[in-house]
């Protein structure tokens, strides 16, 4: 079945770093665009981190541009989020979601919390 798991959240000082890791699992990966969404307590989720299907192409949320970075493993169907100099604003839910890049549909992971805080 379709699975796609992260890992890596934690509780993390201001100006700290994390690795956030998404294991999929059940489909054809590199028909998916993947993307990082975050969600704070009484906050929509936002999209964070998009990336391609080949890896080739990459955007980012405003507020995390120079801070974090998308990559893919397309040999080991893994998507990481490396996010550095971490901030409190960035305390959230995260969540791996995989997009079919050839129109609609898509699956969502159970989310990794992050927290930022001294």
């Known amino acids: 079945q379709v699975q796609l798991v992260e890992s890596g959240g934690g509780l993390v000082q201001p100006g700290g770093s994390l690795r956030l890791s998404c294991a999929a699992s059940?489909?054809?990966?590199?028909?998916?665009?993947m993307n990082w969404y975050r969600q704070a307590p009484g906050k929509e989720r936002e999209l964070v981190a998009h990336i391609s299907s080949f890896g080739g192409s990459t955007n980012y949320a405003d507020s995390v541009k120079g801070r974090f970075t998308i990559s893919r493993d397309n040999t080991k169907n893994l998507v990481y989020l490396q996010m550095n100099s971490l901030k409190p604003e960035d305390t959230a839910v995260y969540y791996c979601?995989?997009?079919?890049?050839?129109?609609?549909?898509?699956?969502w992971g159970q989310g990794t919390q992050v927290t930022v805080s001294s």
């Open positions: 059940g489909f054809t990966f590199t028909d998916y665009v």
């Open positions: 979601n995989a997009r079919y890049q050839y129109g609609g549909g898509g699956y």
